[in-house]
């Protein structure tokens, strides 16, 4: 499976600035996938990261919100925009394993904190 | 829209017990179903997982069975261990890039 390393692990920020994620992986991959999973509960899917085109947002996440860019097969960063308390959570990316099916590997997470 | 139901939410069991978590898929052309494990302030890691053309897979003291008419898809953890303890999540997705949907997970505590 893929090596996936994210930046940073953890921040603490202050409600209205911006926070960005970076996601690397050690491979190529066609799909990256971006995850919220708040204190205890399940994994939501954020956003699939589409290389060379725009994100494609699930209901109740927009663009304006959580940018994402992915400019190569191995790279992809995720921004919180204008952050509130609400928005402290672990975010999670994912990559597919490439068989056709879903087998998704995370990385390790960024543990955001807004104040 | 779909939908992965998960049960039961909090699973306690002695060492050396079976555990059985349970879930249950609303989208019918799902056919790839994965089991994961994530321990306290860790990823979520993929332990097992099984497709819609086989009825149960085993992995030493871990295995999964699915039933398609029923929806419905299990896992099963033999001789439970302490490490054993963490937080699992089912999931289904169809192949070909669709999403993947996560049940609310069972967090498993395996007393010594």
């Known amino acids: 499976s893929a090596v996936i390393s994210q930046k940073p692990s953890r921040d603490i920020c202050q409600r209205g600035t911006s926070l960005t994620i970076q996601c690397q992986v050690d491979?190529?991959?066609?799909?990256m996938f971006w995850y919220r999973q708040q204190p205890g509960q399940s994994l939501t899917l954020i956003a699939t990261?589409?290389?060379?085109?725009?994100?494609?947002?699930e209901s109740g996440f927009v663009i304006d919100k959580f940018p994402i860019s992915r400019p190569n097969l191995t790279f992809s960063t995720l921004t919180v925009s204008n952050m509130s308390p609400e928005d402290s959570s672990i975010y999670l990316c994912?990559?597919?394993?490439?068989?056709?099916?879903?087998?998704?590997?995370f990385g390790p997470g960024t543990r955001l904190t807004v104040l | 829209g779909e939908n992965v139901e998960q049960h039961p939410s909090t699973l306690s069991v002695q060492e050396g017990d079976s555990a059985v978590i349970k879930c249950t898929y609303s989208?019918?052309?799902?056919?790839?179903f994965p089991w994961y494990k994530q321990e306290l302030g860790k990823r979520p890691q993929l332990i097992i997982d099984?497709?819609?053309?086989?009825g149960e897979k085993k992995d030493q003291r871990i295995a999964v069975t699915l039933n398609k008419t029923a929806k419905h898809f299990s896992l099963h953890i033999t001789e439970t261990q302490p490490e054993d303890s963490a937080v699992y999540f089912c999931?289904?997705?169809?192949?070909?890039?669709?999403?993947?949907?996560f049940g609310a997970g069972t967090r498993l505590f395996v007393k010594a």
């Open positions: 994912s990559v597919a394993g490439g068989t056709g099916y879903n087998e998704q590997f």
């Open positions: 491979s190529q991959v066609t799909m």
């Open positions: 990261a589409n290389q060379g085109s725009e994100a494609t947002y």
């Open positions: 989208d019918s052309a799902s056919n790839y």
């Open positions: 099984i497709r819609s053309n086989v």
């Open positions: 999931a289904a997705s169809r192949s070909g890039g669709f999403k993947t949907i």
